[in-house]
């Protein structure tokens, strides 16, 4: 690993933790919603990226799906907050 993987992943680490702290602080449901979508986005480009440095290509797979189901999950908290069945 070199320096430029160590920045790269601890920009993706920081990205994690505000996001986790906008989740945890955020005033209304709204804000943590996008907050748990953003740290979703953000978790799955980290594997990505892990799965590139470890060059195990499976994890591009483990990614797809967990942005898959991050996003399906954004969905059903949106439409339950909307009122909507």
Do not use: W
């Not at 680490?13 to 005033?27: H, N, Q, S, T």
Request: glycine content about 8%; charged content about 15%.
């Amino acid at each position: 690993m070199n320096v430029f993987d160590i920045v790269i992943l601890s920009i993706i680490a920081l990205a994690i933790i505000l996001d986790f702290y906008r989740f945890v602080k955020g005033p209304m449901a709204s804000d943590r919603v996008m907050a748990a979508d953003t740290m979703s986005v953000t978790t799955a480009a980290a594997l990505v990226y892990i799965g590139y440095l470890m060059q195990r290509f499976i994890y591009l797979d483990v990614a797809l799906i967990y942005a898959v189901l991050g996003f399906i999950g954004v969905i059903v908290i949106a439409r339950y907050l909307e009122g909507g069945v």
